[in-house]
């Protein structure tokens, strides 16, 4: 097989249902998926050892469902004629992991900035790069429709990734830095409030 087809030198590819071109929102869209992905995939190298178990098996299962959400942007909303892959299930549990996140790291008060350890860094700039993807879901949604739960889906993902730097760092007991001209942002809750 080659890796090269030359059907996209003139600035088009292939999507589920026809060809558009490599500008388009969905391709853009998908496309920083995808670069999310990679990111997760860099973060994974940065974590080895019996404290991160839980978060390198939940970072692969994050790849395979972001697989899940490009593949339903990929397909022209006329052409789909099988159902979405990406489900209310997939932003619920990315929903419990931030609280077990949160409720395992030192409460914020204040805005923290990115970095700490190499891991840490890592999972930020994945954090941003899933903020980014979601701006390019919500354009993307003003053509026409999409399957909502991506869009979800890529929301709580940039939360889970910012509740699992913080929980790596804490982890390896480096402190968060938080930014030095801010006020206090986070009002800490009590239990049962």
Do not use: W
């Amino acid at each position: 097989m080659n890796l090269y087809t030359r059907t996209g030198d003139k600035g088009q590819t292939s999507i589920i249902g026809g060809r558009v071109d490599k500008d388009d929102l969905r391709v853009e869209a998908y496309g920083t998926i995808d670069e999310l992905n990679a990111f997760i995939g860099q973060s994974l190298t940065f974590l080895n050892g019996e404290k991160f178990l839980d978060v390198e098996a939940e970072l692969q299962k994050i790849q395979h469902e972001l697989f899940d959400c490009g593949s339903d942007l990929s397909v022209l909303p006329q052409k789909r004629t099988k159902p979405y892959k990406t489900t209310a299930d997939m932003v619920k549990f990315l929903e419990q992991r931030i609280d077990v996140y949160s409720s395992e790291a030192p409460e914020l008060e204040r805005f923290i900035l990115p970095g700490g350890s190499p891991a840490a860094a890592s999972l930020h700039i994945a954090r941003t790069v899933a903020r980014r993807a979601e701006r390019c879901v919500v354009s993307l949604q003003k053509q026409g429709e999409i399957n909502p739960h991506v869009l979800q889906y890529v929301n709580r993902l940039s939360d889970y990734l910012f509740a699992a730097a913080r929980v790596v760092n804490f982890r390896l007991d480096t402190k968060d830095i938080e930014y030095e001209r801010s006020a206090i942002v986070f009002k800490n809750k009590t239990k049962g409030s």
